[in-house]
């Protein structure tokens, strides 16, 4: 549910821009609360959905699942307070009230991290359950998700950097590098394990289901270095 409410958030927030208007790129705009609201949404929705298949106690899958949802919420909440004030939700220390919503998103992104890793480890001390090519999906995707949670957390260090250096506006347009990595390998965890389980809708053979998650996996992973090297070349 909260999920939905996430997404249905970023839709809004897709017609206010489209009655407001106001430019689509840039630290102040209407796109983050878009963006955000359904990438968090989806992803709280897929992460709830895929750790079903982790071999982990159930109680602290429930806790955990818990802290992240609370997390989303409180990440989107203060992007999209921001939004409305008309101000930069992230590297923005210019009052006292801006630098602790910052710092608010900063530590929640520092928890998602903690979090995501909590169950990527899970699925790779454990094989996941599922139908075929279901356990390489579900490692696949968490692995890749790692991608964008060192992506992320590099965007932030560095913008933090230069933001306390005085170098505000190069802040904001360092992130610029590191976002196509950030945005393709963010939904991996989705993509492939949905992948599996449409195939195991399919009259195929196991052997073959897990041939193609196998090369869904690696064209995946080119994609993700692909952006990688545009990530370095640009950086």
């Given at each position: 549910m909260t999920g939905l409410v996430l997404v249905l958030s970023g839709l809004v927030h897709l017609l206010v821009f489209a009655v407001d208007g106001g430019p689509w790129d840039g630290p102040v705009s209407w796109r983050k609360p878009v963006t955000f609201g359904l990438s968090f949404g989806v992803t709280l929705i897929t992460v709830a959905w895929i750790t079903s298949y982790l071999r982990m106690d159930r109680r602290l899958r429930t806790t955990l699942l818990t802290?992240?949802?609370?997390?989303?919420?409180?990440?989107?909440?203060?992007i999209t307070l921001q939004a409305w004030r008309r101000v930069p939700s992230h590297l923005n220390m210019e009052t006292p009230f801006d630098t602790a919503v910052s710092m608010t998103l900063a530590v929640g992104g520092g928890v998602l991290v903690v979090l995501l890793t909590v169950f990527a480890v899970a699925s790779f001390r454990h094989r996941p359950t599922g139908p075929a090519g279901m356990p390489l999906a579900v490692r696949s995707g968490f692995a890749v998700l790692l991608v964008a949670l060192a992506s992320g957390a590099a965007m932030i260090a560095r913008g933090v950097v230069l933001t306390r250096t005085g170098h505000q506006e190069a802040a904001y347009r360092s992130t610029a590098p590191l976002?196509?990595?950030?945005?393709?390998?963010?939904?991996?965890?989705?993509?492939?394990?949905?992948?599996?389980?449409?195939?195991?809708?399919?009259?195929?053979?196991?052997?073959?289901?897990?041939r193609i998650v196998a090369m869904a996996v690696g064209c995946y992973a080119t994609a993700v270095a692909a952006a990688g090297v545009w990530a370095v070349l640009t950086y």
């Open positions: 802290v992240f949802a609370a997390d989303c919420v409180v990440e989107v909440g203060g976002k196509p990595l950030h945005g393709v390998s963010l939904h991996a965890v989705l993509v492939l394990p949905a992948l599996a389980w449409l195939l195991s809708r399919t009259p195929w053979s196991e052997s073959v289901r897990r």
